[in-house]
């Protein structure tokens, strides 16, 4: 794996440069990420372009042997085009304007944004595109960071009526497909149709769910657009976009569709203070992040990416952006930066190479202080590459179980959840912890994916599961686990005719005949666990695997399948997982609580996200080749698998 880091030439004085490359290449860093904020300095009026400093830069960086990922600078839109199209930025969902001022002013179903943001893209592409030092380009950055996937401007109202018009043809199929007779909503025109937003009281949710997929189409045709002009003008190099962690506002497997590589932005302990997590464990993973964090997005954005997948900024230090910043454990930025060669980056990049002295940045840790001087980032950065040296080639994943996740599915339940608390990415994080806890090596990957390799799979929910992909499912012969509301809604969001879990009855024989969303501090017992926030009724003929207290079956098996018919605890999961392993004879490495593993093909890997050592000989792994036993905070054990690497 290689190391990297992100730069900024044009926030330095040019004296700076030189010395700075060969600081990094000295610390043992190979590429660095460029010019994805600078469209300013690129072209500071209207037609004007600056290359010189640009093509300096890149010529100092390169005399160091650095490799540069160049990024289009289209997420900082200049003031200058804002002032000469105005109507470029989006507008949220209470209709007020997202002005110039900080950085992702645009929307992105604008036509004149979209052209001018094509027009930078090739004019970078034909300069750079076969210049030796180029190795990758990456696509904008941070695609909706700020809640800017969605906009509500009125060029997202035209092209989503024109979106609609082609999906479906006819308003008459439209009307019917949403069920606009309720509350006598029906339309006569595809001009009639309005963002579904400023209503009343809740819109339609098939309004909405549609005006999801065409926000999440305009992202993809957005990056499309500059992918096909890079192809043509840079032939041979990787093209790259960074997403980012806990966020579904578009549908990532298909922006990565037309990428090479998925890379994403890493943050732990920003992550961990940001979402829904317990104060239990924000106070215990304060400064390390909890435990699946970095590597449930790692899983799913190696999912995403085919294979092929980086860390384009990783946290080194406090960040700015969270409403607690506290600083890392001392050996913290060294384990995530092998946690990520254990579940198979390319590459790892440090955000950001100096902190900045100014700007809303300015509290943001980099690998080196305002000053200069080397922070704690760039020593463990250091340690990592010696790390990444001694153990030579890391080896692919090795992943026996497959978790389903699915952006459509997010979508259904953020249209209409029925109860606040049920959130579909802490579903599928709590599934994924579950696996891991037990020791198991999970793939993340969409329901369209080819799952005939894995021994074992887990859906936490697949709202709209079609005929096909639930009769694949079952066809593989291997155990599955699927969540509640999987198969509750047809693609138009309407109620299957038969009942949930819809086609999925073929296979499982049940019915979903009633739901109920359970607030804060209401359960329901069964023998040694409790299911909060959702329970669904469920007639069957199955003699039920799980039942409550009161004899109402909540999981329920047929074959090889399971429906698991609630929000399940930690115990409960615990169970389940357990069985489906032992049933797929899969190995078991219960873990204590703060311990997490990574298999490749050539190593075994352990990283200590607690706050006191942790025994390493119940592994039964021997000693290990890097690390130590007890494994203290933040550190990270190796073990050659056997039969190779001598």
């Given at each position: 794996?290689?190391?990297?880091?992100?730069?900024?030439?044009?926030?330095?004085?040019?004296?700076?440069?030189?010395?700075?490359?060969?600081?990094?290449?000295?610390?043992?860093?190979?590429?660095?990420?460029?010019?994805?904020?600078?469209?300013?300095?690129?072209?500071?009026?209207?037609?004007?372009?600056?290359?010189?400093?640009?093509?300096?830069?890149?010529?100092?960086?390169?005399?160091?042997?650095?490799?540069?990922?160049?990024?289009?600078?289209?997420?900082?839109?200049?003031?200058?085009?804002?002032?000469?199209?105005?109507?470029?930025?989006?507008?949220?969902?209470?209709?007020?304007?997202?002005?110039?001022?900080?950085?992702?002013?645009?929307?992105?179903?604008?036509?004149?944004?979209?052209?001018?943001?094509?027009?930078?893209?090739?004019?970078?592409?034909?300069?750079?595109?076969?210049?030796?030092?180029?190795?990758?380009?990456?696509?904008?950055?941070?695609?909706?960071?700020?809640?800017?996937?969605?906009?509500?401007?009125?060029?997202?109202?035209?092209?989503?009526?024109?979106?609609?018009?082609?999906?479906?043809?006819?308003?008459?199929?439209?009307?019917?497909?949403?069920?606009?007779?309720?509350?006598?909503?029906?339309?006569?025109?595809?001009?009639?149709?309005?963002?579904?937003?400023?209503?009343?009281?809740?819109?339609?949710?098939?309004?909405?769910?549609?005006?999801?997929?065409?926000?999440?189409?305009?992202?993809?045709?957005?990056?499309?657009?500059?992918?096909?002009?890079?192809?043509?003008?840079?032939?041979?190099?990787?093209?790259?976009?960074?997403?980012?962690?806990?966020?579904?506002?578009?549908?990532?497997?298909?922006?990565?569709?037309?990428?090479?590589?998925?890379?994403?932005?890493?943050?732990?302990?920003?992550?961990?203070?940001?979402?829904?997590?317990?104060?239990?464990?924000?106070?215990?993973?304060?400064?390390?992040?909890?435990?699946?964090?970095?590597?449930?997005?790692?899983?799913?954005?190696?999912?995403?990416?085919?294979?092929?997948?980086?860390?384009?900024?990783?946290?080194?230090?406090?960040?700015?952006?969270?409403?607690?910043?506290?600083?890392?454990?001392?050996?913290?930025?060294?384990?995530?930066?092998?946690?990520?060669?254990?579940?198979?980056?390319?590459?790892?990049?440090?955000?950001?190479?100096?902190?900045?002295?100014?700007?809303?940045?300015?509290?943001?840790?980099?690998?080196?202080?305002?000053?200069?001087?080397?922070?704690?980032?760039?020593?463990?950065?250091?340690?990592?590459?010696?790390?990444?040296?001694?153990?030579?080639?890391?080896?692919?994943?090795?992943?026996?179980?497959?978790?389903?996740?699915?952006?459509?599915?997010?979508?259904?339940?953020?249209?209409?959840?029925?109860?606040?608390?049920?959130?579909?990415?802490?579903?599928?994080?709590?599934?994924?912890?579950?696996?891991?806890?037990?020791?198991?090596?999970?793939?993340?990957?969409?329901?369209?994916?080819?799952?005939?390799?894995?021994?074992?799979?887990?859906?936490?929910?697949?709202?709209?599961?079609?005929?096909?992909?639930?009769?694949?499912?079952?066809?593989?012969?291997v155990p599955v686990l699927f969540g509640p509301?999987?198969?509750?809604?047809?693609?138009?969001?309407?109620?299957?005719?038969?009942?949930?879990?819809?086609?999925?009855?073929?296979?499982?024989?049940?019915?979903?005949?009633?739901?109920?969303?359970?607030?804060?501090?209401?359960?329901?017992?069964?023998?040694?666990f409790a299911v909060t926030r959702w329970l669904?009724?469920?007639?069957?003929?199955?003699?039920?695997?799980?039942?409550?207290?009161?004899?109402?079956?909540?999981?329920?098996?047929?074959?090889?399948?399971?429906?698991?018919?609630?929000?399940?605890?930690?115990?409960?999961?615990?169970?389940?997982?357990?069985?489906?392993?032992?049933?797929?004879?899969?190995?078991?490495?219960?873990?204590?609580?703060?311990?997490?593993?990574?298999?490749?093909?050539?190593?075994?890997?352990?990283?200590?996200?607690?706050?006191?050592?942790?025994?390493?000989?119940?592994?039964?792994?021997?000693?290990?080749?890097?690390?130590?036993?007890?494994?203290?905070?933040?550190?990270?054990?190796?073990?050659?698998?056997?039969?190779?690497?001598?």
């Amino acid at each position: 794996m290689r190391l990297g880091c992100c730069y900024y030439p044009e926030h330095w004085p040019e004296a700076w440069w030189a010395e700075d490359a060969r600081r990094m290449a000295a610390l043992g860093l190979s590429r660095v990420r460029i010019g994805e904020f600078a469209w300013s300095r690129i072209e500071p009026e209207p037609g004007r372009f600056d290359w010189g400093w640009l093509d300096r830069a890149i010529a100092t960086l390169a005399g160091a042997g650095l490799g540069i990922v160049l990024g289009t600078p289209t997420a900082t839109p200049p003031k200058w085009l804002v002032e000469r199209m105005p109507d470029m930025i989006a507008l949220d969902a209470q209709g007020r304007p997202r002005r110039f001022g900080s950085r992702r002013h645009y929307c992105f179903s604008h036509p004149g944004f979209r052209a001018e943001a094509e027009r930078i893209t090739r004019a970078l592409a034909e300069r750079y595109g076969n210049h030796p030092a180029i190795v990758a380009w990456q696509t904008d950055n941070e695609y909706g960071c700020h809640d800017t996937a969605i906009s509500h401007s009125p060029a997202a109202a035209e092209g989503f009526r024109a979106w609609l018009a082609a999906r479906y043809g006819d308003v008459a199929a439209l009307n019917a497909a949403w069920g606009t007779v309720f509350w006598s909503m029906e339309y006569l025109d595809f001009a009639e149709i309005d963002p579904p937003n400023l209503t009343v009281t809740e819109p339609h949710p098939a309004h909405v769910m549609d005006w999801r997929r065409f926000s999440s189409d305009q992202v993809r045709a957005f990056n499309t657009a500059q992918v096909v002009i890079l192809r043509a003008a840079s032939p041979g190099r990787d093209i790259v976009h960074n997403f980012m962690g806990f966020f579904t506002q578009f549908d990532h497997h298909d922006v990565s569709a037309d990428l090479d590589v998925a890379t994403w932005d890493s943050y732990p302990i920003g992550f961990l203070d940001s979402f829904w997590f317990s104060r239990e464990d924000k106070l215990r993973y304060a400064r390390q992040g909890h435990p699946d964090i970095a590597a449930f997005h790692h899983d799913l954005y190696r999912g995403a990416g085919r294979g092929r997948w980086w860390v384009m900024e990783q946290q080194p230090g406090p960040v700015n952006w969270s409403a607690h910043n506290p600083a890392p454990l001392p050996g913290m930025v060294r384990l995530w930066t092998l946690e990520a060669a254990a579940h198979g980056a390319e590459l790892t990049s440090y955000f950001r190479w100096r902190q900045a002295p100014f700007g809303q940045e300015a509290h943001h840790a980099g690998l080196l202080r305002p000053d200069s001087a080397e922070d704690q980032g760039a020593i463990e950065a250091r340690a990592a590459a010696h790390d990444l040296a001694a153990l030579g080639e890391v080896g692919t994943p090795q992943a026996p179980v497959a978790l389903l996740f699915s952006y459509p599915a997010s979508w259904a339940i953020e249209t209409q959840p029925q109860g606040k608390s049920f959130r579909y990415l802490e579903l599928a994080f709590e599934w994924y912890t579950a696996l891991r806890r037990l020791g198991l090596d999970v793939d993340i990957v969409p329901p369209e994916a080819d799952l005939a390799r894995y021994r074992m799979i887990v859906a936490p929910s697949l709202p709209m599961l079609d005929t096909a992909t639930a009769d694949r499912i079952a066809a593989l012969g291997v155990p599955v686990l699927f969540g509640p509301r999987t198969g509750s809604r047809t693609e138009s969001f309407q109620t299957p005719p038969e009942l949930p879990p819809g086609p999925l009855q073929e296979h499982l024989p049940l019915k979903v005949v009633r739901v109920e969303s359970l607030r804060e501090g209401l359960a329901e017992h069964g023998d040694g666990f409790a299911v909060t926030r959702w329970l669904e009724h469920v007639e069957s003929d199955l003699a039920p695997e799980e039942e409550l207290a009161d004899g109402r079956g909540i999981v329920f098996g047929s074959g090889q399948l399971r429906y698991l018919a609630a929000w399940p605890d930690a115990a409960l999961l615990d169970r389940l997982m357990r069985r489906m392993a032992l049933e797929a004879d899969l190995k078991l490495t219960p873990l204590p609580t703060d311990l997490r593993v990574r298999r490749t093909d050539r190593w075994c890997f352990a990283f200590n996200y607690g706050p006191e050592a942790v025994p390493l000989a119940p592994l039964g792994l021997g000693a290990p080749m890097i690390g130590a036993d007890p494994l203290p905070p933040a550190g990270v054990a190796a073990w050659p698998i056997r039969g190779r690497n001598g």
